[in-house]
């Protein structure tokens, strides 16, 4: 347990242990002197001098109100096993989603760098290939004289060929 947890933990133990020593007598006031009115009234309250009429009344609104606190309990605890189940779902599913996420940033990484290097390949092929046509333009030169030359050949044969 860390330090902050133990000093809380050790306070609400404190005050439990104050609460349960005010709840043990009900005679004392908060201040801790003795009520002596509230036990006056109790003591004439559960007298024998009371009908058994209103005996049997407290005795079945007692035991309304023991029924009416174990439904409530029963519901509270319905409702916090229902939130339990709700939390873990949602923790369930947000690992889910996480897992997805992670999945799928994986697979877009891999993609990323797999069109990069593909990419890389390209280019480099592109600067190659402008690196031997460097030399075409001589080579352009070069093949336009040769036209030349043909043409002025062929234009001859075709002069010698023909006889007048």
Known sequence: MEPKEATTSETLDHNHQISQEHNEDPHHD???NIDTSTREMEDTFFSSTSS?????????AVEVV??????IADSFSSLFASLRIALSEVSSRSVDHVQ??????GRLQ????DTATKGNLYINSCLRLNEEM???????????????????LDTAVNTLVRFP
Request: charged share 30%; aromatic share 2%; glycine share 4%.
């Open 30 to 32: 908060l201040d801790g």
């Open 52 to 60: 058994p009429i209103s005996q049997k009344e407290i005795v079945r």
């Open 66 to 71: 023991e029924r009416d606190s174990l439904a």
């Open 100 to 105: 997805c996420f992670s999945d799928a940033a």
């Open 110 to 113: 891999e993609s990323a760098l």
């Open 134 to 152: 460097r030399g075409i333009d001589t080579l352009a030169m070069q093949l336009k004289v040769l036209r030349r030359n043909v043409d002025a």
